[in-house]
């Protein structure tokens, strides 16, 4: 019984002599392959997952990526620019301003793809044989002023939505806190500017 496989009606069972995955192949008419003894795969899923990531969205992602890893690498830079110019520890520095910062990044990157996502909507009755939807597009350029008493925070947060919804921008950072504003031009200089993907669909200006 171990090594036999049955299919269930409303009223009786047949025994099949193909294995499940070959049989939903069958009927569904899927192309499904075995990845491992375990593991089934449906190949058209798979071949349409790698149509969508090689549009603008997969743009979006890396712009996203190589700004999380940053933030990572320049954390120390940025908490020393904090402490300069507002005497910020590193805790405060870490949790108030540049772990949010990562945060937005990864809440962003986990769900940018069903935020850009077309919409359905209702239809108006004089169109009632169309289908109506919404779809998300950029605005275009983006300005960024941010305050002194946050900057690191208030500069890449909007910065962040302003990548994931496919927008440029052109970024001023706060004359107040200069260390924090060179520290910041540097980073994103660095890291975004100069990168080759990014500076021509994404690229962000450092005023």
């Known amino acids: 019984m171990e090594n036999k496989v049955f299919a269930y009606t409303s009223n009786e069972f047949y025994e ?14 899927k192309c499904m392959k075995r990845a ?3 593991t089934i795969v449906n190949a058209d899923r798979i071949v ?10 997969y743009v979006r992602m890396e712009a996203l990526s190589r700004l999380e890893m940053a933030l ?23 949790m108030c301003e540049i772990g ?15 935020l850009c996502r077309p919409k359905h909507v ?12 919404q779809s998300p597009s950029p605005y275009g350029n983006v300005l960024i002023m941010s305050p002194w008493n946050y900057p690191v925070l208030l500069t890449l947060e909007p910065l962040v939505d302003a990548i994931a919804a496919g927008n440029t921008a052109v970024v001023k950072p706060s004359a107040y806190a200069p260390v924090s504003a060179n520290a910041l031009k540097d980073l994103l200089e660095e890291w975004i500017v100069k990168d080759s993907v990014c500076r021509k669909d994404m690229k962000s200006l450092v005023l």
């Not at 507002?86 to 520095?93: A, D, M, R, V």
């Not at 209702?122 to 939807?133: C, E, H, N």
Request: glycine share 6%; proline share 1%.
């Open 16 to 29: 099949i002599k193909s294995r499940l995955y070959q049989l939903e192949e069958k009927i569904t008419r």
């Open 36 to 38: 491992s003894k375990t």
């Open 48 to 57: 349409s997952v790698r149509t969508a990531l090689n549009g603008r969205l």
């Open 72 to 94: 990572q690498k320049q954390e120390q830079i940025l908490c020393k620019a904090l402490h300069t110019d507002l005497g910020k520890s590193k805790t405060e520095s870490v």
């Open 100 to 114: 949010l910062v990562q945060g937005e990044i990864r809440w962003m990157k986990q769900h940018l793809g069903r």
């Open 122 to 133: 209702r239809t108006p009755l004089a169109q009632f044989a169309a289908k109506s939807y």
